[in-house]
């Protein structure tokens, strides 16, 4: 049920900055080595036996083995899809969702990289990039376009079973992206010249994913494991199939698999399924079936064996993944493998994240998930070892915990905690279109069942448990295990990597210098006959307030959408008020704040959450649960012990300062994360935007125990603080709880932080050297604040310069990629991070180090053109997109917690949202133009480089 990390999403463009700078929700909680764990919990020891008892007794009244594991709430009756065929056998899935007048349209191939033959390896996905390049009636732009115009978003998917596209656009509009959808079917066309721009972009891509260690580690495992079988192949490809294909390579592969009963159609949404379903055989019942099409069966010879594969690379923190072939989702056994996951390796009170980072402390962080491919699945332990020397311990370790299971079972502690965590991801899936409706095509096509993600508990829990078991029996066995490790590249090697990658370069040069695109953008033509239709009428959701007896302000909302509740508290104490003289002691306080309380051991702690299913964030001014609305009040008793009564063990104390130097290792071995920071350090020098959270080396070893009691003391406070909770409330006197659970917490009140004057610096450049296959290009200077007169303007301006809300392909950044291929992704906005302080102008792109100095200048060139040549037609249609976005900040209770806070924290009226789209019909063309003017007209732009750059020393003492 939870988005996985190896599916290959093909994201055109990743900008995303809306009213409330809310994120996209993630389906499920998968503990990553690559997340940042804002409080990671450890076992205690010394505490009384009185408190240990205490909280057994508690726990185990939970354990309810007899109990419906998934019961059917009025809610959840309504949640069942509605299936149509047409009579060329295109599958028509529809699943409604009246929440907020939206829609998430997804067109889904069974057919992905795994069809490819030798030679055309990567075609499926390059296919997928084409798609939107034109059929014989739309033009190369009319897509994007007409995404833009409808105020909609699209995007493509590609994995090695199959190919997706999707539009996501309001309810009033729908209808127009059937005919497209239905053209792109049967009539596309590949031109030559639009090829040899956009095999630029994908040769970035993969140069993009080389970069990304840990995906390229599990690629080679893959690689290895399936030797036989097709997925032994990336699905990106290899450039030497991809430099020699031609456009006519494309259109084979293409009038071969894209057939109407080769595809499934998802609506998921506010619409009516007899509408859809008509519509569906006026656009698409004409296509003709190919009644000889089949899907190839292919073999894959297991055996009892274990691979291993080393990666060496420029990198300070090793990270190891151990993988087992499991059944795929054809098998129908997706669920029991989630809950494996969940019962190994997810949350501080897993079997496998007990043993090894708590009691062993062979690592800092370790976490399982699975990769569900149709065939055969794999399943994955990611561990952040301590050092490289740890990982024959925990490889050791891991076996013999497994081993145990095979032995005795999990127990039904572990299984209960499992079941109750997969509730909560599924209503959280439940609030969210477009991931429902890719759940529901994935799912479909791999087992023929378009509700087996809504029935994924509907077992007994005698034969959940006996699956679990005999799944990890089976498919874990430690014989099975495969081992890949990345691991610090030697100092003697260096100077050969760097040849070897100078090798690379040549050749994509070399080949790719022959693929010149010559012509023009086409621009749009069917765009002209898209009628836009009319907005609907939205009732935006208003918060009840009260203030309770201590100062905090409440904002609390009743949705029966799901049985399940999001809490968001925001203290008067932002990121920024961060320790000067001890950089990095806030995020310290706030991790150690879930590490153990008066009441709970942190082993403790993490267990009687983790069974009910809550889950529990703390970051430097924030704190964030998510929970089944039967666990409010255990859940705000939870709340008030973390704000009031964290104890700051001195065992844990270390235990987490060994995390948070192995999250700055990592941190700073990850360009694209920490280029924002040298970005910031300049920007704001002498600033508290200047400051990285996660502090320096030096100052985490420096941070004693006082100093983290005096700081929780000091700034954990009710004063200024305030709660958002939504969801179902019905049952509860909300306010009567809160004063019960949290009316005690006390605090001093926080002197409001001084910010001294931001002045632009001259235009200048840092290049900080590191070995990557690819350059981050970041251009950066000051803008406006969040309530600056001029911030709507400008964030109109982003939706035609940069996609802006929607991370639209309809915007000048994107079409210098189209136009150029010279990188895959390019982010850019002339307000980013705009908060109480001037937020930043910036554009970001990733390009390889031969034509960085041509994406320089080109990127230079286009934000010195774009204003004066804006359409009045882009105008509108960026008014459009940002005013029918605006519904999106109330699709789930977690957003609509963010959206009262937002609204509160600018002291914004309450009726923002209902006025919203009257204030930005006012904003004249001229205006924008003028706004963006000021905010360009200034060429002192710091320009960031990092990677293969020969110039500037690496910035150590940054660094550590």
């Known amino acids: 049920m939870r988005k996985k990390m190896l599916f290959f999403l093909c994201f055109l463009t990743v900008l995303f900055i809306n009213e409330t700078k809310t994120e996209p929700i993630k389906v499920g909680k998968i503990n990553m080595v690559s997340d940042m764990h804002d409080g990671e919990n450890k076992r205690e020891s010394g505490d009384s036996v009185s408190i240990h008892r205490k909280s057994e ?150 140069k993009m994913y080389r970069d990304k260690y840990m995906r390229s580690l599990i690629d080679e495992q893959i690689g290895l494991i399936f030797a036989d079988h097709p997925y032994h192949h990336p699905i990106i490809g290899y450039k030497q199939d991809l430099w020699n294909v031609k456009a006519a390579d494309l259109l084979a592969f293409y009038k071969k698999h894209y057939k109407p009963n080769n595809a499934t159609l998802v609506v998921v949404g506010d619409v009516d399924p007899d509408e859809v379903f008509k519509q569906a055989v006026q656009d698409f019942g004409h296509i003709k079936a190919d009644p000889l099409y089949t899907k190839e069966e292919f073999y894959f010879n297991q055996d009892i064996s274990a691979k291993a594969i080393e990666m060496y690379r420029d ?55 699975s990769e569900e491919l149709f065939d055969h699945g794999l399943f994955f332990i990611i561990v952040e070892p301590k050092d490289a020397e740890s990982i024959d311990a925990i490889q050791v370790a891991i076996k013999q915990e497994l081993l145990d299971i095979a032995a005795n079972g999990v127990t039904d502690e572990e299984l209960t905690r499992a079941i109750k965590q997969t509730k909560i991801d599924l209503y959280s899936l439940l609030e969210e279109n477009e991931s429902q409706a890719y759940e529901i095509g994935k799912y479909f096509l791999a087992t023929g069942d378009p509700d087996y993600v809504f029935n994924y508990l509907n077992f007994s829990y005698d034969q959940l448990k006996k699956e679990t078991n005999d799944m990890i029996a089976q498919y874990l066995r430690p014989t099975l295990m495969h081992k890949g490790a990345i691991l610090p590249l030697p100092e003697t090697e260096k100077q050969e990597w760097a040849k070897l990658q100078k090798i690379s370069d040549a050749g994509d040069q070399r080949i790719l210098s022959g693929r010149v695109r010559t012509s023009e953008v086409e621009p749009p033509v069917y765009a002209a006959t898209i009628k836009v239709g009319t907005r609907e009428s939205f009732d935006f959701p208003k918060p009840k307030r009260a203030t309770l007896s201590n100062g905090i302000k409440v904002l609390y909302h009743h949705t029966d959408n799901t049985p399940k509740i999001d809490i968001i508290m925001s203290l008067a104490a932002r990121s920024y008020c961060d320790s000067e003289e001890l950089p990095g002691l806030y995020n310290f306080v706030a991790r150690m704040m879930t590490e153990g309380t008066k009441k709970y051991t942190a082993q403790e702690f993490a267990r009687i959450i983790e069974l009910r299913g809550i889950s529990i964030s703390v970051s430097p001014g924030k704190i964030a649960m998510n929970l089944l609305s039967e666990d409010l009040p255990f859940a705000l008793e939870i709340l008030n012990e973390v704000l009031t009564s964290a104890i700051f063990n001195e065992k844990e104390i270390e235990k987490v ?7 700055l290792k990592r941190f700073w071995d990850e360009p694209n994360s920490f280029s924002g920071q040298l970005v910031r350090q300049e920007l704001y020098k002498g600033h508290p935007y200047s400051k990285n959270i996660l502090g320096t080396k030096e100052s985490i070893d420096a941070i004693g125990k006082k100093d983290l009691i005096d700081f929780y003391h000091r700034y954990i406070t009710p004063q200024g603080a305030r709660i958002a909770i939504v969801g179902d409330l019905q049952q509860y006197d909300l306010i009567k709880e809160l004063e019960s659970k949290l009316g005690q917490f006390k605090g001093d009140s926080i002197a409001p932080t001084v910010f001294p004057v931001l002045t632009c610096n001259r235009a200048h450049e840092i290049n900080y050297p590191i070995n990557r296959d690819q350059v981050v290009l970041f251009l950066a200077g000051l803008s406006v604040d969040r309530k600056h007169q001029d911030y709507d303007k400008l964030m109109l301006f982003d939706q035609i310069f940069g996609g802006g809300v929607l991370g639209s392909m309809s915007s000048r950044l994107f079409d210098l990629r189209e136009q150029s291929g010279l990188f895959y992704t390019i982010n850019g906005s002339l307000i980013a991070g705009a908060d109480e302080q001037p937020g930043m102008v910036m554009v970001k792109t990733i390009v390889s180090l031969d034509r960085l100095a041509e994406s320089e200048k080109a990127i230079k060139n286009t934000m010195q053109t774009v204003v004066e040549t804006i359409t009045p037609q882009e105008f509108t249609e960026a008014k459009s997109a940002v005013i029918n976005s605006l519904v999106n900040n109330f699709t789930s209770t977690d957003r609509m917690a963010e959206a009262f806070l937002f609204v509160d924290k600018y002291n914004f009226p309450a009726d923002f949202f209902d006025t919203r789209a009257q204030q930005l019909e006012k904003i004249t063309l001229d205006q924008v133009k003028e706004a963006a003017h000021k905010i360009l007209e200034n060429k002192d732009l710091l320009t960031v480089r990092v990677g293969r750059i020969d110039s500037l020393d690496k910035k150590e003492e940054s660094k550590e």
């Open 57 to 206: 007794t508690m726990t185990e009244s939970l354990i309810d083995t007899k109990s419906e594991l998934l019961p059917k709430t009025e809610s959840e009756q309504r949640n069942h899809v509605r299936k149509y065929t047409l009579e060329n056998g295109l599958v028509v899935l529809v699943r409604v969702l009246h929440t907020v007048p939206s829609v998430s349209i997804q067109l889904w191939y069974n057919v992905g990289s795994k069809d490819e033959h030798d030679g055309e390896r990567g075609i499926a996905h390059l296919i997928e990039h084409m798609i939107f390049k034109g059929t014989k009636k739309l033009s190369e732009s009319d897509i994007n376009t007409i995404a833009h115009m409808l105020s909609g978003s699209i995007n493509a998917f590609t994995s090695y079973d199959y190919t997706g596209y999707l539009f996501n656009l309001p309810s009033h509009n729908w209808k127009q992206v059937f005919p497209i959808m239905a053209d792109c079917m049967e009539n596309c066309v590949f031109k030559e010249d639009m090829l040899s721009s956009e095999m630029k972009a994908v040769i970035q891509e993969l």
């Open 657 to 663: 300062r060994t995390q948070i130097r192995s999250q």
């Open 315 to 369: 990198v300070s923190q090793p990270q190891v993944v151990f993988t087992f072939v499991v059944p795929g989702s054809h098998a129908k056994k997706d669920h029991i493998i989630s809950l494996a996951e969940l019962v190994l390796g997810y949350g501080n009170s897993s079997r496998l994240y007990k043993k090894i980072v708590e009691e062993l402390q062979l690592a800092t962080s370790l976490g399982c998930m």
